[in-house]
Structures are given as structure tokens and as C-alpha cells.
């Protein structure tokens, strides 16, 4: 396959590392935020 | 420690930043494969970020089932000990196939016991469980990686996604199938041995990692050499540009283990305010909902 066909799996494959990671970080601060309101809640 | 965060942050977003520049336009193109090779600045650092942290999730979960008993404790420090001797002589004793330097071999199996006392010395008993499932999510996600940018660069490359019955590519599934068991096991189980089931199921998950990495050596396989430690060569321009992306997203990584960790403590000390409240108020709110309510462990992990 020539460099300008197969540049697109490069391309493809750094924006799946950086989705994955952006999606793993996401669900932590949604975790994050549910505890928190937890804790609040029960502290009231 | 709360500072340092953002601090580290930023450096590590730097550090990122400058492996993606030396990724892309730095490091020289490849004479076979061209500008596609350079998937490898992401999927090898995400590999040896994946080990690491299963190697640390191993140790940990050691400790963890060791710290049961005193006794046990005290034999679990020289077994550690002896397989770091034990391993260091037999790396330069038993011959070993050709390409497996004796020095990669005796510095993984010194590790054992290095990363044995450094983790017991800064993680009291409590908070090895905590150390071990945090391990075992980031390393999962950096596995994940692995699975998914080994394709992109198999298809260009080989001309197929996935060579099924390789021993490399199966052992990896395998090794990241295992990982998401561990963290299904943690998540769905009420058990109070919970955590004790686990920390069994990850040492018998460790055993796939040196399965994963050596069986380049022992099997037939169309994945190629390692880079390091093995019997592959690479430029020395490209190798330095690779240990930069493994340096960042080895920051990356502890970072993300440092909010994973700090989630999984404050999600234990809601679950025992809670515990608290019901005891306290036996007939109040806490008590008459906490049959309605969805376990912590069950909504968080």
C-alpha cells in the first residue's frame, strides 16, 4: 500500500488512542461528580 | 499532594505534546512501511504501559493476600527475595533462546522483589486493594489501545486485521479478557471475600503476561520482534523517539491512577458514611431507602 493510502490508519489509529483515553477520563469526572453529590447529600 | 496535580498536569500535556511532535516529524519515515510505522510511538509505550501497571496490580494483589497473617507475610518477603536471586542466576545460568538477553530477563525478575518492597513500604495493608484496582482499570484501558491500534497498523501492513491462532495477538486478547473479568468480578460481586477473589484471580492473570511477551520466542508467530531486549533492531533516532512517547505516557498513566485512586477512596468513604448513617438512624431516611438503593460498589466501579 503506498504512504499516502496508509497514512489514514496512522491518523485512525492516534485518534483512537486519544478517544479511548478521553472517554476513560470522562467517565471518572462522571464518577467523580456522582460521589461528591453523594457525599453532600449525606451530609445534610 | 493536591498542588502538585495541576502541575504535573500541564508537564505531562508538554511532555505529550513533544512526543507527538517527535512521533510524527522527527523520527525518520520507514524504509518498508513508510509514515504507517509510526503507529508504533502508540501502540508499544500503550504494551509496556499495560504490563507495568498488571505488574503492579500482581504485586499489590500479592501483598494484599499475603498481608492475611503475619507468618505469611513474613514468608511471602522471602520467597520475594529468593525468586530475585533465584532469577538473576538463572537468566545467566539456563541457555535461552537465541535473541533473550540475559540482562532484560534478570533486570524484569529483580523487579519482583524491587516493586514488592517500594509497594509495602508506601501502601499500608488497607490500601492495597485500592492500589490493585487501580492498576487493573488504567492497565485495561492502556491494553485497549493495544487491541485496537494492532489492527489499524496489522491492516496496511499484513494486509489483514487479525491473524487468527497467532500466539501473540490471542495471548494479548486473552491477557485483556482476563483484566475485564477482574473488574466485572469486583463490580457484580456482593461477597465480603470480594476483594480476596479478586486479588486470586490477578495473580493467575499475571501468569498470561510473560506468556504475552515471550511468546514471540517460543511460538511461531507473525508479530514482529521486540524492540528491546529482543532480538529486533531499530534505528537509533526511532528507538529515542519511542522511549519519549513511553516517558509521557508513562506520566499519562500515573496520572490517570492518581484520580482512579483518589475516586476509589472517597467512593469507600461514602460507602461507609452510609453505613454509619444507617446504623445511627435506624429508622430514618438512609435505613428505609438502603434496600431501594443501588450498592456503591455497584454503581461506581
Given at each position: 500500500m503506498n504512504s499516502a493510502g496508509s497514512i489514514k490508519f496512522l491518523y485512525a489509529a492516534y485518534i483512537a488512542t486519544w478517544l479511548i483515553h478521553a472517554l476513560y477520563i470522562g467517565s471518572l469526572v462522571r464518577r467523580y461528580s456522582r460521589l461528591r453529590r453523594q457525599m453532600k447529600d449525606l451530609g445534610k | 499532594m493536591k498542588r502538585a496535580f495541576p502541575i504535573l498536569a500541564v508537564l505531562t500535556a508538554l511532555l505529550l505534546a513533544y512526543a507527538f511532535y517527535q512521533a510524527l516529524w522527527v523520527a525518520p519515515t520507514d524504509a518498508l512501511q513508510g509514515d504507517v510505522y509510526r503507529i508504533i510511538y502508540y501502540h508499544v509505550p500503550s504494551a509496556w504501559t499495560a504490563f507495568l501497571l498488571f505488574f503492579i496490580n500482581f504485586i499489590a494483589s500479592v501483598e494484599y493476600l499475603a498481608s492475611a497473617k503475619p507468618s505469611t507475610k513474613r514468608a511471602a518477603k522471602w520467597i520475594v527475595i529468593a525468586i530475585g536471586i533465584a532469577g538473576c542466576v538463572a537468566a545467566y545460568v539456563v541457555p535461552l533462546p537465541a535473541g533473550i538477553r540475559p540482562s532484560a530477563i534478570a533486570m524484569t525478575v529483580l523487579a519482583i522483589p524491587a516493586f514488592y518492597f517500594l509497594i509495602g513500604k508506601y501502601f499500608p495493608e488497607q490500601n492495597l486493594d485500592l492500589l490493585a484496582v487501580t492498576a487493573a482499570e488504567v492497565g485495561v484501558v492502556f491494553c485497549t489501545i493495544v487491541l485496537v491500534t494492532g489492527p489499524i497498523w496489522a491492516r496496511?501492513?499484513?494486509?489483514?486485521?487479525w491473524a487468527p491462532g497467532d500466539i501473540r495477538l490471542t495471548s494479548t486478547l486473552v491477557l485483556w479478557l482476563i483484566y475485564v473479568s477482574y473488574l466485572v468480578l469486583r463490580r457484580f460481586s456482593d461477597s465480603a471475600q470480594t476483594q480476596k477473589l479478586a486479588a486470586v484471580l490477578a495473580v493467575f492473570g499475571a501468569l498470561d503476561v510473560p506468556l504475552v511477551y515471550f511468546s514471540i520466542w517460543f511460538f511461531r508467530t507473525q508479530h514482529p520482534q521486540p524492540v528491546i531486549g529482543g532480538g529486533g533492531s531499530m534505528d537509533p533516532r526511532m528507538l529515542h523517539v519511542l522511549l519519549i512517547s513511553w516517558m509521557a505516557f508513562l506520566c499519562f498513566a500515573f496520572l490517570v491512577c492518581w484520580l482512579r485512586y483518589g475516586l476509589e477512596k472517597l467512593r469507600r468513604e461514602v460507602e461507609e458514611a452510609e453505613a454509619l448513617e444507617s446504623l445511627l438512624e435506624p429508622s430514618g431516611p438512609a435505613a428505609q431507602t438502603s434496600k431501594a438503593r443501588v450498592p456503591l460498589s455497584r454503581g461506581i466501579l
Open positions: - | 496496511p501492513v499484513w494486509g489483514i486485521w
